[in-house]
């Protein structure tokens, strides 16, 4: 099996981590905004794709692509969405639990 893991998280670091472990082939792919990235174990792709037809080609090299991308980073959710649909590999996003649900939350002044 071969893993594209769209990553820039402790959790995609977590994830590398346990499917080399496992003897998965694992590619991580950081958008290379970052200076000095923190790095997971397994091969490491630094830059964009070139769009959604690039990561659809992308992607196609691979049995499964794993979204394990910050929150927060606008497009490529969507982008791998769109591009796993169209090269008929399946994708599987690692969401983080919202922080709603933290002990503290209803102390906190949320906004839109």
């Known amino acids: 099996m071969r893993v594209l893991l769209l990553g820039g998280t402790g959790e995609a670091r977590a994830l590398a981590r346990a499917l080399v ?8 792919s950081l958008a290379g905004r970052v200076t000095d990235p ?25 049995d499964v692509v794993v979204d394990a991308t910050h929150p927060f980073a606008a497009t490529i959710s969507g982008s791998a969405a769109t591009a796993c649909a169209g090269a008929g590999v399946p994708l599987l996003r690692l969401a983080r639990p919202s922080w709603s649900t933290l002990p503290t939350a209803s102390r906190w002044q949320w906004v839109a």
């Open 21 to 28: 472990d496992d003897g998965v082939a694992v590619v991580t």
């Open 38 to 62: 923190a790095l997971p174990v397994g091969e490491v792709r630094i830059g964009g794709f070139g769009g959604v037809d690039g990561l659809a080609a992308a992607a196609a090299a691979y």
